[in-house]
Nanobody
Framework: QVQLEESGGGLVQAGGSLRLSCAASGIDFSINRMGWYGQAPGKERELVAVMILGGHTRYAESVKDRFSISRHKIKNEVYLQMNSLKPEDAAAYYC?????????WGKGTLVTDSS
């Protein structure tokens, strides 16, 4: 069973930065697809950024010039560098891993707007 643990959320002001991290355990081979989804209060969970092994990435239009997703070269870890944060970025951010077409989720980490 794949388990995902996120870290790095917190309170930010508009224009600030955060780096989210996610580490996968319970799997002994490289996960092809890992990414981040965000869910704001009262809204559906939406894709923020995903990365496929080999480097292909996909971003939500609202974050593509501000956020950057990256993977550890060896470990099943994924990161999200969030820059120029806006109040509308406040959400619970969930790490996602897709293994053999099955989705696994972390418990989420909160990014909260302090303004």
């Amino acid at each position: 069973q794949v388990q995902l643990e996120e870290s790095g959320g917190g309170l930010v002001q508009a224009g600030g930065s955060l780096r989210l991290s996610c580490a996968a355990s319970g799997i002994d081979f490289s996960i092809n697809r890992m990414g981040w989804y965000g869910q704001a209060p009262g809204k559906e969970r939406e894709l923020v950024a995903v990365m496929i092994l080999g480097g292909h990435t996909r971003y939500a239009e609202s974050v593509k010039d501000r956020f950057s997703i990256s993977r550890h070269k060896i470990k099943n870890e994924v990161y999200l560098q969030m820059n120029s944060l806006k109040p509308e970025d406040a959400a619970a951010y969930y790490c996602n891993a897709r293994v053999y077409e099955r989705d696994f989720w972390g418990k989420g980490t909160l990014v909260t707007d302090s303004s």
